[in-house]
């Protein structure tokens, strides 16, 4: 079975700074996508980024980037410049395709962006 | 294009009560998933859905809870006899094919009284 750890269950970082949020998984599999999704106080899940497992070079989205380490099965995401907006709830996702797997989350961290 | 449409946002039942929760999925998505939020957890995977099959039921519960995406109409997640600890919020997730990315609606929060 699949799982996925996120290690920091709180975070908090100063207006315009960088953080960054980890998250690891376990998996047999060679093939699968990872998916960080933004939760903010109105709960609507908000995809941020994705990546394919077999792609080595690390997905980019404007301020969001990731690092993407297969071999140690690590998938952290960088937020440069933070702004307000970015406080939320953060889940690290994890799907396995082909086949109706469905996604498995982490518990979340939560990041507040302090002005 | 309207996303992922749920309702109701909101929903409070007495013990003992049934809840009706409604996903309406993209145009032109055929498949949706169900999760659940406990407070202060991510989302567990209920159930998986094609137009009139479920295919993956292994996340629901085997008791009380049944889920349904007709061939027309929204997908159903019903659940009969609600207890406290069904509480939560329940977001649906919809995509056009099983690889593609899912796009959640804003969840229904469910509170049992």
């Known amino acids: 079975a699949q799982t996925v750890t996120q290690s920091q269950p709180e975070m908090s970082v100063q207006e315009a700074e960088t953080v960054t949020l980890s998250c690891t998984y376990d998996?047999?599999?060679?093939?699968?996508?990872l998916f960080w999704y933004k939760q903010p106080p109105s709960r609507q899940m908000i995809l941020v980024i994705r990546?394919?497992?077999?792609?080595?070079q690390n997905a980019t989205e404007n301020r969001f980037s990731v690092n993407f380490q297969k071999a140690a099965k690590s998938f952290s995401l960088k937020i440069s410049d933070s702004q307000l907006g970015d406080t939320a709830m953060y889940f690290c996702?994890?799907?396995?395709?082909?086949?109706?797997?469905?996604?498995?989350f982490g518990k979340g961290t939560r990041l507040s962006v302090i002005a | 294009n309207a996303g992922v449409m749920q309702n109701p946002r909101h929903l409070v039942r007495r013990r003992g009560q049934e809840a009706r929760l409604r996903c309406s999925p993209m145009?032109?998505?055929?498949?949706v998933y169900w999760y659940r939020q406990l407070p202060e957890e991510g989302l567990k995977f209920m159930v998986y859905?094609?137009?009139?099959?479920?295919?993956?039921e292994s996340g629901m519960p085997k008791e009380r809870f049944s889920a349904e995406f007709p061939k027309e109409g929204p997908s159903i997640l019903r659940i009969q006899q609600v207890v406290r600890g069904d509480s939560a919020a329940y977001f649906c997730?919809?995509?056009?094919?099983?690889?593609?990315?899912?796009?959640f609606g804003p969840g229904t929060r469910l509170t049992v009284l």
């Open positions: 859905l094609q137009k009139e099959n479920i295919i993956d």
């Open positions: 145009k032109g998505h055929s498949h």
């Open positions: 998996t047999s599999e060679s093939n699968y996508y």
């Open positions: 990546q394919e497992a077999y792609k080595q």
């Open positions: 997730a919809s995509s056009p094919w099983i690889e593609a990315e899912q796009f």
């Open positions: 996702a994890f799907l396995v395709p082909p086949g109706n797997t469905p996604l498995v």
